[in-house]
């Protein structure tokens, strides 16, 4: 990211770094990046560009505007501004905002949609939402048959035995460059051969920041990884599920909460109160949250219970088994750097600014905007639910439970479960509408989109291998 705040700013920049093309990006329904590219011709030219913005079709971006009323203007916010590391000529992306005719944002923009979400967060809370993303996906080539490991035992491997470290690499440069905070990148469990390919698991994942900024480096990431793939020349793909039996892929959401911008998720070593009402506006709005962040058949071939992926609505403490794993949060003080490191004199550090929850169902077919302002939906339920101390303490399991072990099947039986498809994940949006509409948040026309979309899919006419690209 360029570190640029004014338009003046980026002005500037661009004439001084001889910038020739400039590009619009923003997303539609399908939560993936357009573009429109204009030539910058000289300073009066790029000033009206940055000022005015530019006209599109609003009804081939989001399916629920009517032709007949179709046109929004696309305005470029500066902040946004990063210089494309594809590009051979120098070129500059920004990100961009949609307004109505009138000059007032589209209500039905997901990106304006999620900004409404954090707003009513924060006036009800009045606390600020983080949240980072871990994406997790498939690079499929060709099998040179050198270095093979064990089939789903790719996890945290190391080249030559991970094929796509530097494809892995590359990214995570190139998305810091655009503005994305990497925390860091590994290899993932999934990795088998079959017919000749060798379909290997990877992942990257972000440190906590704004939640409107956390939905849009998730949005760039993806679009650098799939311009890097193809430039590799091999497949990478974001489906949750590529073939049965085999480590599917998901983009489990870490949550934080601040205050004046310090942390309020730890009190005396242990989670406060504020995450365990935002983890019970989690559970209560649980079976409809997969409307938003699993919103296709091959969701839920990953979602299927008794295997790793998350299916009943509970929480606990580092278990993957739960919907909601509190992970370590460095709580015990103890310095662990000056215990494997002799000379280091030990110290009494406070890590608790490191402290998240994560959901972990959701996918990356998901629009990053709306997952992001349904979870910010929830997280405010809760806090506005009389009960949610009570609701957070039944939904706890224990440290060490799995819930997909056949000895807790009585717990399981116990849990509320998650939609086993999209028909039933559509009928929990109707019936839970109101956490998401409430303070005119999600538009009615936006939700009932989303229902009829979810209720046209049937898991038979789903295809695996040709839906690799969807996500």
Same mark, same amino acid.
């Given at each position: 990211m360029l570190n +640029?705040?004014?338009?003046?700013e980026l002005i500037k920049y661009c004439l001084d770094n001889q910038v020739e093309i400039l590009n619009f990006h923003y997303c539609g329904w399908d939560g993936r990046l357009k573009t429109l590219n204009f030539v910058v011709r000289d300073k009066e030219h790029l000033t009206n560009i940055l000022e005015a913005g530019e006209r599109v079709d609003g009804s081939s971006l /989001?399916?629920?505007?009517?032709?007949? %009323?179709?046109d929004l203007y696309v305005m470029p916010r500066y902040r946004t501004a990063f210089r494309n590391p594809f590009e051979e000529v120098p070129t500059v992306d920004v990100l961009c905002s949609f307004f109505n005719r009138d000059g007032k944002p589209f209500e039905?923009?997901?990106?304006? =949609?999620? #900004?409404?979400? #954090?707003?009513?967060?924060?006036?009800a809370t009045g606390l600020e939402m983080q949240t980072m993303g871990e994406l997790e996906y498939y690079v499929i080539s060709e099998d040179d048959g050198m270095y093979h490991i064990a089939d789903q035992k790719g996890y945290h491997e190391s080249a030559p035995f991970n094929k796509f470290a530097d494809l892995r690499v590359e990214a995570i440069r190139y998305i810091t460059e655009a503005g994305g905070m990497v925390k860091y990148a590994h290899s993932e469990v999934g990795n088998?051969? %079959?017919?000749?390919? +060798? /379909?290997?698991?990877?992942? +990257?994942? /972000?440190l906590p920041v704004d939640i409107e900024e956390a939905a849009e480096q998730l949005i760039v990431a993806k679009w650098i990884m799939r311009q890097l793939a193809w430039r590799y020349g091999v497949t990478l793909t974001f489906a949750p599920k590529i073939t049965v039996g085999k480590a599917g892929s998901g983009m489990h959401v870490h949550c934080?909460?601040?205050?004046?911008?310090?942390? =309020?998720?730890v009190e005396n070593g242990d989670i406060t109160d504020v995450v365990r009402k935002a983890i019970a506006g989690f559970m209560d709005a649980g079976t409809s949250l997969p409307a938003f962040g699993n919103p296709h058949p091959l969701s839920f071939m990953r979602l299927v219970p008794n295997q790793e992926a998350p299916t009943s609505l509970c929480w606990s403490y580092s278990n993957r088994s739960a919907l909601v794993r509190v992970p370590l949060g460095w709580t015990s003080r103890i310095d662990m750097a000056a215990a494997c490191n002799p000379g280091e004199t030990p110290i009494d550090r406070d890590f608790s600014e490191k402290a998240t929850f994560e959901w972990r169902a959701s996918d990356a077919m998901a629009n990053t905007y709306l997952l992001m302002a349904a979870l910010c939906c929830a997280a405010r339920h809760g806090f506005e639910m009389p009960d949610a101390l009570a609701v957070a303490e039944k939904t706890y399991v224990g440290l060490g439970v799995d819930i997909h072990d056949s000895a807790n099947e009585n717990l399981k039986n116990s849990l509320e479960q998650l939609p086993a498809s999209c028909s039933e994940a559509a009928a929990e949006l109707d019936r839970d509408r109101r956490i998401y509409t409430a303070g005119g948040v999600f538009p009615d026309a936006l939700v009932d989109y989303l229902i009829r979309c979810l209720k046209s899919f049937t898991h038979k006419d789903v295809n695996v291998v040709d839906n690799l690209h969807v996500a």
């Open positions: +640029i705040r004014t338009r003046s /989001f399916p629920y505007v009517e032709a007949g %009323q179709s039905g923009s997901p990106e304006y =949609v999620l #900004h409404k979400a #954090h707003e009513a967060f924060k006036a088998f051969r %079959q017919e000749g390919k +060798i /379909f290997e698991q990877n992942e +990257i994942e /972000f934080k909460f601040t205050r004046n911008g310090r942390s =309020v998720m």
